[in-house]
Each structure stands twice: as C-alpha cells, then as structure tokens.
Nanobody, 127 residues
Framework: QVQLVESGGGSVQAGGSLRLSCVAS????????MGWFRQAPGKEREGVAR????????YYADSVKGRFTISQDNAKNTLYLQMNSLKPEDTAMYYC????????????????????WGQGTQVTVSS
C-alpha cells in the first residue's frame, strides 16, 4: 500500500512562505491523483490543491489560488506545496493524500475519495 510522509510545516508570520513536502513510497505506480488537504480545529477537512500525477494538471481551492502552488517531482516520488502570502486563516493541520481513482486527468476534490493519507504537518500563521 502507498505510504505518505509529510514535512515542512511550522510557524510563520502573515505574509510569509512555507513549502510542504510529501514523500510517497510503495505502489506509487498506482496513484492517479495526489492532493493537499487541511483541517483547522472545529472545522471540516477541506481540499487545498490537487494534481493529476500522470500529466500534471492542477486544481486549487479558490481561497489559495494565486498564493499556493502544488507540484511534483516524479523522480523523487515527492509532492510539494509552496505556500506564499500566508494568512492567519491558513492555519491548520495539512495532510498529503493520494488516490487511485480518477478519469480523464481530473482529480476529485472531496477528501473521502482519497484513500491514502499522511500523518499531517502543522502550519501556524500569526498576524
């Protein structure tokens, strides 16, 4: 089964940047899409960004468009999330996820469509 390990979280002031990384191992050939999701205390898990691993098509939540960039390095089996112009409302636990589901290069935005998850990495943005 696919295993995912995130890193790169931390604390930063508003306007700052962070880059999250997610290394995938085992059966990575079966992954169709990967994504970053986040969950703040008392809130539901929400999608941040997704990428079709076979062709690189990317999808973003409206709240992060223009500020976050998802990318992949297939040679390293690593997914990235570059986060710029961070805001206090970006504070959350960030999770890397992968799914074998998908069609036509489209990646489903719902978190429950992703069956492999990392342990999460905390991002805290102070004002």
């Amino acid at each position: 089964q696919v295993q995912l390990v995130e890193s790169g979280g931390g604390s930063v002031q508003a306007g700052g940047s962070l880059r999250l990384s997610c290394v995938a191992s085992r059966d990575t050939y079966s992954i169709y899409c990967m994504g970053w999701f986040r969950q703040a205390p008392g809130k539901e898990r929400e999608g941040v960004a997704r990428i079709y691993t076979g062709g690189g098509s990317t999808y973003y939540a409206d709240s992060v468009k223009g500020r976050f960039t998802i990318s992949q390095d297939n040679a390293k089996n690593t997914l990235y999330l570059q986060m710029n112009s961070l805001k206090p409302e970006d504070t959350a636990m960030y999770y890397c996820a992968a799914t074998q589901k998908g069609f036509g290069g489209y990646c489903n935005p719902e978190w429950y469509e992703y069956n492999y998850w990392g342990q999460g990495t905390q991002v805290t943005v102070s004002s």
